[in-house]
T-cell receptor, first 113, second 114 residues
Framework: DQQVKQNSPSLSVQEGRISILNCDYT??????FLWYKKYPAEGPTFLIS?????DKNEDGRFTVFLNKSAKHLSLHIVPSQPGDSAVYFC????????????FGKGTKLSVIP | DADVTQTPRNRITKTGKRIMLECSQT?????MYWYRQDPGLGLRLIYY???????NKGEISDGYSVSRQAQAKFSLSLESAIPNQTALYFC?????????????FGPGTRLLVL
């Protein structure tokens, strides 16, 4: 039973355009969400997070939107750059629990120059 | 220098062998984690440790054991390796402070069990 789902294994976007990566979750106890970026031969690196008390969090070119009623979050990258090409993982946590992270399978983003 | 280091970076072993993967961190974090990643799958938690005396099983702990030798060191052992343990293994750390969920990952160890 996959509690965090990233249904698009891959996404290609032109440089300068918007990249939108989507994530759905099924566990209503999740109340904190994170996005990680992973380059080949490296470990995942933290990108941005959002608490369930918010519906939007922005950090430079990266914005995460949370729709709790739909159990859906998305990561927007504007404008997309070739260096953004990586695998993006969505992760979720129950703050009232042990703060373990549950990860999605990842979406490979390719930004085409 | 990297804050979270893993050794070895690559390892090939045979079925039935015992191997150890090591993780060290200089971030001063209390919490450490071991994950595995399989192709097309997300990261799955094997074990985690909140401090030297606190070890907890994760989602897929069968066939693995861990040792927290010090705050900065967390080792993962495969007592008798099997081919389906072929995967990419990541160590991670997090702070006891405000942002418990933000985990910092090492570069990974690629393990092949023949």
């Amino acid at each position: 039973d996959q509690q965090v789902k990233q249904n698009s294994p891959s996404l290609s976007v032109q440089e300068g355009r918007i990249s939108i990566l989507n994530c759905d979750y099924t566990n209503s106890m999740f109340d904190y969400f994170l996005w990680y970026k992973k380059y080949p031969a490296e470990g995942p690196t933290f990108l941005i997070s959002i608490s369930s008390i918010k519906d939007k969090n922005e950090d430079g070119r990266f914005t995460v939107f949370l729709n709790k009623s739909a159990k859906h979050l998305s990561l927007h990258i504007v404008p997309s750059q070739p260096g953004d090409s990586a695998v993006y993982f969505c992760a979720a946590s129950e703050r009232a629990g042990s703060y373990q992270l549950t990860f999605g399978k990842g979406t490979k983003l390719s930004v085409i120059p | 220098d990297a804050d979270v280091t893993q050794t070895p970076r690559n390892r090939i072993t045979k079925t039935g062998k015992r191997i150890m993967l090591e993780c060290s961190q200089t971030k001063g974090h209390d919490r450490m984690y071991w994950y595995r990643q399989d192709p097309g799958l997300g990261l799955r938690l094997i074990y985690y440790s909140f401090d030297v005396k606190d070890i907890n099983k994760g989602e897929i702990s069968d066939g693995y054991s861990v040792s927290r030798q010090a705050q900065a060191k967390f080792s993962l052992s495969l007592e008798s390796a099997i081919p389906n343990q072929t995967a990419l293994y990541f160590c991670a750390t997090s702070d006891q402070g405000r942002n418990l969920e933000t985990q910092y990952f090492g570069p990974g160890t690629r393990l092949l069990v023949l």
